[in-house]
């Protein structure tokens, strides 16, 4: 793999960070502004819109000038928009600097996928995507903890200077190591939005909405069933977190793997089987152990999801993979949303803790419901087009 995807791993790792770090600061931050925590969770809800409405926006905006010096202007806002939380003497000047800081996210995500598959071979596209995306992974693992410790010892602000810190390492390792890809012809608004007319691409995106949002059904609420269901701490939430970040990676490291080999097999494997673990954690919750286990197992099972969506989206979006790259990124903060909004209406429906569980198996079932319509149309469309192609030879007589 080219040293060009550590720079797009690096600003995944801090982008990550700070999409995730919030959550563990929000008791902090809501002190300093004088607000409940669920006003500071504006913060987080502010970040996700921001992802879905900055995703196509600065792909859009982008499509005149070359990639990489996209990539370098996303991180530089990523810098400035982390620094902006850092500095905010109030919540909503706080909520416009999370809001900058999102907007870089999706677009950063969506142009660096298309990036890293044009460094390397055909057959080796899923596992270049995977390198970019195991910076996010690992972020839940290294960089969510330790800027939440960081931001408890020492003050949450501390911990945004950092994540800004990362963002402008990530921006002069893109300058240094990503060589200057010409911009594609064609290359414009017109020609990218093409690529939403292929079914095929719509149909990648809702399996993106409805696969990982089952995950973000469950882990939203992993804090308040972990404490009242299975017994956890409150202290022990962060490292069941880190576990889900373990999960997160393997499964990258999976998708990454085979994606390239067999795709379409491995979602119906990946999005069955997290339907089946979601299900299966509304009885798991009640133990310790096979608690943690399940986690780890939504987690490796939901991000094995992540490098062959995306790739399945540039496959069907080929000529014009930009935006539809960056909207699929839109569409897995999307699913979060939308998964973690469902989550909160059984809980208050009195259902308990472990309810968003079926919700989050419901979304996985049903987006494998849509891989398998996607892989039939795919075939029957193969059986159209082989069966035109002899009849179009066949000489007429008169």
Request: net charge positive.
């Amino acid at each position: 793999m080219p040293l060009a995807l550590l720079a797009l791993a690096i600003g995944a790792f801090g982008i990550g960070t700070t999409e995730f770090v919030i959550m563990g600061l929000l008791p902090q931050i809501a002190g300093d502004y004088g607000v409940s925590v669920p006003t500071a969770g504006l913060l987080v809800t502010g970040y996700a819109l921001g992802v879905v409405i900055g995703a196509p926006l600065m792909t859009v905006l982008g499509t005149r000038i070359s990639r990489k010096t996209m990539l370098m202007l996303l991180m530089g806002l990523f810098v400035v928009g982390n620094l902006l939380s850092a500095a905010a003497p109030n919540l909503p000047l706080m909520l416009v600097g999370r809001i900058v800081t999102s907007l870089a996210h999706g677009a950063f995500f969506g142009i660096g996928s298309v990036v890293a598959a044009e460094l390397v071979a055909p057959d080796k596209k899923a596992g270049a995507i995977a390198t970019m995306f195991t910076g996010l992974t690992v972020a839940n693992v290294v960089g969510v903890p330790l800027g939440t410790y960081i931001g408890q010892a020492v003050g949450w602000r501390t911990t945004f200077v950092g994540v800004a810190a990362l963002g402008l390492l990530g921006l002069l390792g893109i300058a240094r190591l990503v060589p200057a890809l010409p911009r594609p012809e064609g290359g414009h608004l017109r020609g990218e939005l093409t690529a939403f007319r292929n079914p095929q691409v719509l149909l990648a995106m809702a399996m993106t909405v409805l696969g990982f949002g089952g995950v973000f059904a469950a882990i939203t609420y992993i804090a308040p069933m972990m404490t009242h269901v299975a017994g956890y701490s409150d202290g022990a939430v962060t490292w069941l977190l880190v576990l889900f970040g373990v999960g997160m990676f393997l499964g990258n490291l999976l998708g990454g793997k085979y994606a390239d080999r067999r795709l379409m097999p491995l979602l119906y494997g990946t999005l069955g089987g997290l339907a089946l673990v979601l299900a299966l954690f509304t009885l798991t919750a009640h133990n310790k152990i096979a608690a943690a286990v399940t986690i780890l197992l939504v987690g490796a099972l939901g991000f094995a999801t992540v490098p062959p969506l995306q790739k399945r989206v540039l496959d069907q979006a080929h000529g014009a993979p930009t935006l539809a790259s960056a909207v699929n990124i839109g569409a897995f903060n999307l699913g979060n949303a939308l998964a973690a909004w469902l989550g909160g209406l059984v809980i208050s429906a009195g259902l308990g803790y472990t309810a968003p569980n079926w919700v989050g198996a419901l979304l996985a079932a049903a987006a494998l419901v849509l891989a398998v319509w996607s892989a039939a149309l795919e075939r029957r469309d193969h059986r159209s087009a082989g069966a035109v192609a002899p009849a179009a030879r066949i000489p007429v007589h008169q």
